[in-house]
T-cell receptor, first 112, second 112 residues
Framework: KAGVTQTPRYLIKTRGQQVTLSCSPI?????VSWYQQTPGQGLQFLFE???????NKGNFPGRFSGRQFSNSRSEMNVSTLELGDSALYLC???????????FGEGSRLTVL | KNQVEQSPQSLIILEGKNCTLQ??????????LRWYKQDTGRGPVSLTI?????NTKSNGRYTATLDADTKQSSLHITASQLSDSASYIC???????????FGAGTRLTVKP
């Protein structure tokens, strides 16, 4: 059973640009959540999608958005990038029975 | 405010030694607590999950304890190995399982 797949793994952008990150959950998982991780800050919850609907949202500005498709794949978008957006962005899919989170390897975003 | 506090923030030990990481939480109503291991630049991987009725759970050299009365958990690592060098993250779920709170993690370094 394939794990959670995130693309791209690494990317470099400049301030003001936008970026789209992709996440394919484990087959059969309908919940996908996104997290931002910066050194010393730990995992900060961005949002969670379930069956194409946003179920929960963290305290991030509107520049951060996401969506989920009918096949449960999810994308997150960050517009008007700022230097502080440089981080590891992690996606996780959740098993319905146990509620356990299964994380992808992350997308490392660097904003110059 | 529901919070998860981990200590110490970082820890350095010699290979072969034991160590204990702490997690205190105020999440209520409590559902379960998970410990994740995150290698540098990778996604977190689940080590253990503990529910209200469980006091101790082991996974190889990792043993987690839970005191639901004092809202404390610990992760004990026995006979540490170089590969144990990682961040260990405590995640506490509220009873609806949709509200997960993340600790900032403990950065463990095992030296030869």
């Amino acid at each position: 059973k394939a794990g959670v797949t995130q693309t791209p793994r690494y990317l470099i952008k400049t301030r003001g640009q936008q970026v789209t990150l992709s996440c394919s959950p484990i087959s059969g998982h309908r919940s996908v959540s996104w997290y931002q991780q910066t050194p010393g800050q730990g995992l900060q919850f961005l949002f969670e999608y379930f069956s194409e609907t946003q179920r929960n949202k963290g305290n991030f500005p509107g520049r951060f958005s996401g969506r989920q498709f009918s096949n449960s794949r999810s994308e997150m978008n960050v517009s008007t990038l700022e230097l502080g957006d440089s981080a590891l962005y992690l996606c996780a899919s959740r098993g319905q029975n146990t509620g356990e989170l299964f994380f992808g390897e992350g997308s490392r975003l660097t904003v110059l | 405010k529901n919070q998860v506090e981990q200590s110490p923030q970082s820890l350095i030990i010699l290979e072969g030694k034991n160590c204990t990481l702490q997690c205190n939480y105020t999440v209520s109503p409590f559902s379960n607590l998970r410990w994740y291991k995150q290698d540098t630049g990778r996604g977190p991987v689940s080590l253990t999950i503990m529910t209200f009725s469980e006091n101790t759970k082991s996974n190889g050299r990792y043993t987690a304890t839970l005191d639901a009365d004092t809202k404390q958990s610990s992760l004990h690592i026995t006979a540490s190995q170089l590969s144990d060098s990682a961040s260990y993250i405590c995640v506490v779920s509220a009873s609806n399982n949709n509200d997960m709170r993340f600790g900032a993690g403990t950065r463990l370094t095992v030296k030869p």
